[in-house]
């Protein structure tokens, strides 16, 4: 499972860009399916044949990235940002534009020694940054196959830290990824299995939103990564979400206005959470959502839920995860699709 997350994660594929993402999860899935299709909008589908009622196991394959709006007669990259940023996590990091081939570049400022006044106390904004790949010109960069609307990547790759932790870029969503995937395999069900790894989920829950309108499934869970509140810096009503401490359910998103997870399907896992001795933390959340909440509202509706592993550090290239939770929350969900019976709508 590790080995798989480190595949995902140093993968590159921002939001419409996921191609070699798409081609690992391919290659994964295709041994425990009955077929691999891709879709036009990008939604790689494994189907596996069964009866009612059908599920669909969706992750989305997109990590934030960043597309490159001009360059300048010296050679210098200026940039707009694809998803969610904070733009400090921004400033000198390593990046990877994608040209011809994948060239490295840092982001880079005014430095601090030629700032003054209130400007040194300031936060520098995206705006005010560029990408730096050691060209001289212009015609430099265009060389290298680099042209307006090439998309960049970080330059990070997944480590191992103490205690059986990781981090890395993109672990936001590449373990709900691998989570599908290693439910699949070990999963057995007669139910119909649809495990979708969805597009453009960073910049609006586009390819789930497509894919769920063709499959029409009779639910859906979607694989995700929760906030993490057990850091410094953190207030209080918002700690419960800890490391090592098990699998995320979400009750409810974006306070409401992305999913409140169907009443069966919350028993349901619940359920087979507590049957099976497999811990679990449960989350109400006032930002961010996921591919659930355009999933649920598809056609006359998809009763859909949420199964997470709890993360630090989200939307930036040093995301926190536990192989611990990884592991309880692969565990829910495929026992949730081996007691998809439990299950009432």
């Known amino acids: 499972?590790?080995?798989?997350?480190?595949?995902?994660?140093?993968?590159?594929?921002?939001?419409?860009y996921e191609e070699s993402v798409r081609d690992i999860v391919i290659e994964e899935l295709e041994e425990f399916v009955d077929e691999v299709k891709t879709d036009r909008m990008g939604n790689v589908i494994g189907v596996k044949r069964g009866?009612?009622?059908?599920?669909?196991?969706?992750?989305?394959?997109?990590?934030?990235?960043?597309?490159?709006?001009?360059?300048d007669k010296d050679g210098f990259i200026r940039f707009v940002k694809i998803g969610g940023w904070f733009d400090q996590i921004l400033l000198n990091s390593r990046v990877i534009v994608h040209g011809k081939k994948n060239i490295y570049g840092v982001i880079g400022s005014k430095p601090p020694h030629l700032m003054k006044g209130d400007d040194k106390?300031?936060?520098?904004k995206a705006d005010d940054m560029f990408i730096d790949i050691g060209a001289s010109s212009k015609e430099e960069v265009e060389e290298m196959g680099i042209k307006i609307g090439s998309p960049i990547s970080l330059d990070m790759e997944m480590k191992e830290l103490m205690n059986g932790r990781i981090t890395g870029k993109a672990l936001d969503d590449r373990i709900g990824v691998a989570m599908m995937i290693e439910a699949v395999r070990r999963a057995k069900s007669d139910a119909t299995i649809y495990a979708v790894g969805t597009v453009?989920?960073?910049?609006?829950?586009?390819?789930?939103?497509?894919?769920?309108?063709?499959?029409?499934?009779d639910v859906a869970i979607v694989c995700e990564v929760a906030i993490a509140g057990d850091h410094p810096g953190i207030e209080e009503r918002n700690k419960n979400i800890k490391l090592d401490k098990g699998a995320v359910i979400t009750v409810a998103d974006a306070s409401g206005r992305g999913l409140i997870s169907h009443p069966s399907v919350l028993k349901w896992l619940e359920r087979v959470a507590n049957e099976n001795s497999i811990p679990y933390q449960l989350e109400?959340?006032?930002?961010?959502?996921?591919?659930?909440?355009?999933?649920?509202?598809t056609k006359e509706g998809v009763p859909s839920g949420v199964i997470s592993v709890p993360t630090r550090y989200m939307h930036s290239g040093v995301e926190v995860a536990s192989m611990n939770d990884i592991e309880y929350a692969t565990q829910l969900l495929t026992k949730a699709i081996e007691n998809i019976g439990y299950l009432t709508l």
């Open 1 to 16: 499972m590790k080995e798989l997350i480190r595949k995902l994660a140093n993968a590159y594929g921002i939001s419409g």
């Open 51 to 71: 009866g009612k009622p059908s599920i669909m196991i969706a992750a989305h394959m997109d990590e934030i990235g960043l597309m490159v709006k001009s360059i």
């Open 121 to 124: 106390n300031k936060s520098i």
């Open 200 to 217: 453009q989920e960073e910049v609006g829950l586009k390819g789930a939103r497509t894919a769920a309108f063709s499959l029409s499934p």
């Open 284 to 297: 109400v959340s006032e930002g961010g959502t996921t591919d659930a909440a355009a999933i649920h509202l």
